[in-house]
């Protein structure tokens, strides 16, 4: 049980396009969703928070113009890079919170923008 | 500031030997404290969790990490590692009785098995 998906696993853009990444829980519902961002060989840095019914809350240093994220149900959420630069190539990780710091990692999407 | 240190970056152990994963932490109060690991093409998944109580914790898959107020570590151990426990380890770690369930987590420690 608690598996969450992303979708896609691996992406590949030019610069000045979007990109949207799905993430998904399969059987299990979530309260609170959290997108992450991680560079090689570096931790997991949180990027963003959403509450159902809420607007997204971003951490100090992530654009929320350039990050949108949409937390369209308890099983379902959205991150689109808009206007993709080489610098936001990295592997996004979301993860879905069930209750306190219960949360269900999804396996990432890695974006290279060329 | 609150941070995580996980000073091993690679560690390499032969199957069967034992291991043990440093993590420490700066924070003002004593935070709440997670172990994670990190296989390909897999979601993080917690190994355990230290919340209060019993200072020596146990998790699955035959973990447990040891949670020392007086050194600011929350170590994770093996005592006999399997070929399968190859992976990136990460430890983490929240504020307690926070309003949110933010994670910060440590830069990973990623463990080799040679059999």
């Known amino acids: 049980g608690a598996v969450v998906s992303q979708h896609p696993s691996w992406v590949i853009c030019k610069s000045g396009t979007s990109v949207k990444i799905e993430c998904r829980s399969l059987d299990f519902q979530a309260t609170t969703m959290f997108w992450y961002r991680q560079f090689p060989k570096q931790s997991l840095m949180l990027m963003a928070t959403s509450n159902e019914g809420s607007k997204a809350t971003y951490e100090q240093g992530v654009e929320k113009d350039k990050f949108l994220i949409n937390h369209a149900s308890l099983t379902l959420s959205t991150l689109t890079v808009t206007s993709a630069h080489p610098e936001d190539s990295s592997f996004y990780i979301c993860?879905?919170?069930?209750?306190?710091?219960?949360?269900?990692f999804g396996p990432g999407t890695r974006l290279t923008v060329t | 500031a609150q941070s995580v240190t996980q000073p091993d970056i690679h560690i390499t152990v032969s199957e069967g030997a034992s291991l043990e994963l440093r993590c420490n932490y700066s924070y003002g109060a004593t935070p709440y404290l997670f172990w994670y690991v990190q296989s390909p093409g897999q979601g993080l998944q917690l190994l355990l969790k230290y919340f209060s109580g019993d200072t020596l914790v146990q998790g699955i898959k035959g973990f447990e990490a040891e949670f020392k107020r007086s050194q600011s570590s929350f170590n994770l151990r093996k005592p006999s590692v399997h070929w399968s426990d190859a992976a990136e380890y990460f430890c983490?770690?929240?504020?307690?009785?926070?309003?949110?369930?933010?994670?910060?987590f440590g830069t990973g420690t990623r463990l080799q098995v040679f059999p």
């Open positions: 993860s879905m919170g069930v209750q306190s710091y219960e949360q269900y």
């Open positions: 983490a770690v929240a504020p307690p009785q926070g309003n949110t369930d933010k994670l910060i």
